[in-house]
Every structure is written in structure tokens, then in C-alpha cells.
């Protein structure tokens, strides 16, 4: 599993992780990251997660918000996410997790459910497209996608 970039954005207090690779297929028409389709983008997360862990406690309180973003984040290896995800709650004071994802939430694994707070869903389907999709303080692009607000008291102890 490799991590293509991060970056932090201000307007969301947000930290986003992007993966690389999806295995969508079809791939979504009009795509924000088609260049995130191939897999082999970036560098292997295990040697990256020690420092984008100290980038995250380092912005201190301003970071509110861990997105990850792909590519597709659950077209990855199930394991190497999972244990990613985790390490990322353990070594980080509490921030909320973020999922983005083009799956429908009865199409996700429960343990991954458990790992988030917020999972966006849906694909991006153009012809949905909208401007008032706005839930949990996110544009969503298109009609049809969505963000499930995972209860804190669901949430497993990592």
C-alpha cells in the first residue's frame, strides 16, 4: 500500500492522506484524481507512517481532521489499512478519521467501519452533480454521496 502525498488544508483543519491505486471498474467519469489510479504511485506507507504521524501532533490543535482519500483507500491491501489506520489513532491525540470512498456503507467491512468517524460514500456520478450536498460541514459533489456519522460509542478500541 503506498501513500502518494499528504497535505494539510486549513479550511477543514484537515490533514488528508492520499493512497494510490483503484481498482474501480469502471473508474468513476470525471475522476478529482485519475492520476491516483495506479497503485505503484508514491512511496510504501510503512515508511512513511512515522513521519506523518509527527506532522499531525506537530500542527497541534489546528489539525481537527484526518482525511483519507485515494485513489480508493478500501482497494487496498485489508490488513496493511487496517494496521495504518490504527497506528494513525493510537499515536495521534484525538482527532476525528475520516474515510472517502466510492463504496455505499453496506458495502463496507464492519472492523473498517469501527476505525472512522465520518465515512463519505458513494461514487462520483456526473450526471448527480449538485451544489447543496452539504453534510457534516463537506461539499459533497453529487447528489447521491453521503457521510455516515459513525456513533462514538461504536467505535473499538485500537
Not at 480508493?72 to 491525540?93: G, H, S, V
Request: with cysteine; glycine share 6%; charged share 25%.
Amino acid at each position: 500500500m503506498n501513500i502518494a502525498s499528504t497535505q494539510f488544508t486549513l479550511k477543514t483543519n484537515s490533514f488528508e492522506i492520499y493512497l494510490s491505486g483503484c481498482s474501480g471498474n469502471p473508474k468513476c467519469e470525471g475522476c478529482h484524481n485519475p492520476i491516483l489510479w495506479n497503485f505503484n504511485c508514491g512511496s510504501n506507507w510503512i515508511y512513511e507512517i512515522d513521519s506523518i504521524v509527527e506532522k499531525i501532533n506537530d500542527f497541534g490543535t489546528l489539525v481537527k481532521n484526518v482525511w483519507i482519500l485515494g485513489g480508493e483507500p478500501l482497494d487496498q491491501d485489508y490488513k496493511e489499512f487496517i494496521t495504518m489506520i490504527k497506528r494513525i489513532r493510537n499515536q495521534t491525540r484525538r482527532i476525528n478519521l475520516w474515510l472517502f470512498t466510492r463504496f455505499e456503507f453496506d458495502e463496507i467491512d464492519t472492523d473498517i467501519i469501527k476505525l472512522f468517524d465520518y465515512i463519505k460514500c458513494g461514487r462520483y456520478e456526473p450526471s448527480l452533480i449538485t451544489e447543496n450536498n452539504i453534510q457534516y460541514g463537506i461539499k459533497l459533489a453529487t447528489s447521491n454521496q453521503q457521510v455516515k456519522h459513525i456513533k462514538q460509542e461504536n467505535q473499538i478500541k485500537c
